[in-house]
């Protein structure tokens, strides 16, 4: 039968702007959480991380913010650039490396 | 450095028959964990080795199993080839036990 896909959310950014992709995380006990970017055809590339004792990190053009509260996690890239079109996941770990993956959204970049 | 590598990179297979796919990690890594993406379910994670020894596992039967040698290369094998195990196969390694954090490109297994 047929299968059926994966409804990746998707957001649209004019080159030059802000992106803010948003994931929202499962367990309570997570203490760990990476952002990575899956360009089509490869494997995803590790962006940025967090632990659950902070709730803001930054990167180079990208920063990570947590609440924990809400059990959400947003991931801000500055002054996009047509390279950064791609598929963004999420993940969480409790430490033990049983990382449970968000579903992804595809950021494309309009130049 | 050399970053995670994965043989093969594409494989076709049919079903009932059993395949191997092989992940070398980047030098000095001790952690080597296995995930499962497909169209239908993601990315989902198959197990985790540290030192040879299997830490953890996902939620996958038993026809999938791996290992790990001394050198920390891994391999995993899935037995009795199902259609629905027609996906990419990705491997990562880290240095740290928690956290996969350099992926390979990955197996891309097609069950016919």
């Known amino acids: 039968g047929e299968s059926v896909g994966l409804h990746l959310p998707t957001l649209s950014v004019q080159e030059g702007d802000n992106s803010i992709i948003n994931c929202a995380y499962s367990n309570s006990a997570s203490d760990y959480f990476i952002w990575y970017k899956q360009e089509s055809g490869k494997g995803p590339q590790f962006i940025i991380d967090?632990?659950?004792?902070?709730d803001k990190r930054q990167g180079q053009r990208v920063t990570v913010l947590l609440n924990k509260t809400v059990k959400h996690l947003s991931l801000q890239i500055a002054a996009t650039q047509p390279g950064d079109s791609a598929v963004y996941f999420c993940?969480?770990?409790?430490?033990?490396?049983?990382?449970?993956f968000g579903a992804g959204t595809r950021l494309t970049v309009k130049p | 450095k050399a970053g995670v590598t994965q043989t093969p990179r594409y494989l076709i297979k049919t079903r009932g028959q059993q395949v191997t796919l092989s992940c070398s990690p980047i030098?000095?890594?001790?952690?080597v964990s296995w995930y499962q993406q497909t169209p239908g379910q993601g990315l989902q994670f198959l197990f985790e080795?540290?030192?040879?020894?299997?830490?953890n596992k996902g939620n996958f039967p038993g026809r999938f199993s791996g290992r790990q040698f001394s050198n920390s290369r891994s391999e995993m094998n899935v037995s009795t080839l199902e259609l629905g195990d027609s996906a990419l196969y990705l491997c990562?390694?880290?240095?740290?036990?928690?956290?996969?954090?350099?992926f390979g490109p990955g197996t891309r297994l097609t069950v016919l």
């Open positions: 990562a390694s880290s240095l740290l036990v928690a956290g996969a954090r350099d």
């Open positions: 080795y540290f030192s040879e020894t299997q830490r």
């Open positions: 993940a969480e770990t409790n430490g033990n490396n049983d990382m449970r």
């Open positions: 967090i632990r659950s004792n902070m």
């Open positions: 030098s000095g890594h001790r952690s």
